[in-house]
């Protein structure tokens, strides 16, 4: 389940660094394919919440559970994982603006996207340098077994970076590949 976690924040990583080159092309007034930028944001929506976050919850639930856990850690992933939700669909919605041709200033759009990016950003070190390795430090392999039996889901597949690439996912898989 870890290295799930982790191979899904890398693939993140990835799509923020993408983000970060359209922000520069954004401050140079150049054109930006937001299509694109639409299609990550949907990644990032879809597949955290149907899979990545349940995987999340369900560990570190566990972990502060049955573990003397700080109290501070809790509360941080709480608020930030809300921080991002709220980042996620004020961004997500002025993408839907900006689809449907409103006139929306670069400078809205460059400060909703560094803002989305910031925050995801942060948040994954948080959890790699100082959450991840807390939880695999404390937890044992019986641990880790009841886990996987209350994983509700069926193995998944990355609709993004599995085997098979999700229609609505190609052309962002694509330009990946390019990259």
Request: with cysteine; hydrophobic share 40%.
């Amino acid at each position: 389940m870890l290295s799930t976690i982790h191979n899904d924040h890398a693939n993140m990583n990835l799509l923020l660094t993408l983000l970060r080159k359209k922000i520069q092309l954004l401050e140079k007034d150049e054109k930006i394919d937001y299509r694109l930028i639409k299609t990550v944001i949907s990644y990032l929506r879809n597949y955290s919440d149907k899979y990545h976050h349940p995987m999340e919850d369900l560990i570190y639930d566990y972990y502060l559970k049955y573990r003397d856990a700080p109290k501070e850690l809790s509360i941080r992933l709480s608020e930030e994982h809300k921080t991002i939700k709220n980042a996620t669909i004020e961004l997500d919605e002025l993408l839907d603006m900006i689809l449907l041709d409103a006139i929306v200033p670069t400078a809205l759009c460059i400060e909703k996207l560094r803002n989305f990016v910031n925050l995801n950003s942060a948040h994954l070190v948080f959890e790699e340098q100082e959450v991840l390795p807390l939880i695999k430090e404390s937890l044992s392999a019986d641990d880790w077994s009841n886990l996987q039996r209350q994983w509700q889901h069926e193995a998944y597949k990355d609709p993004l970076f599995g085997d098979d690439i999700a229609e609505q996912y190609r052309t962002l898989a694509s330009y990946i590949k390019k990259k």
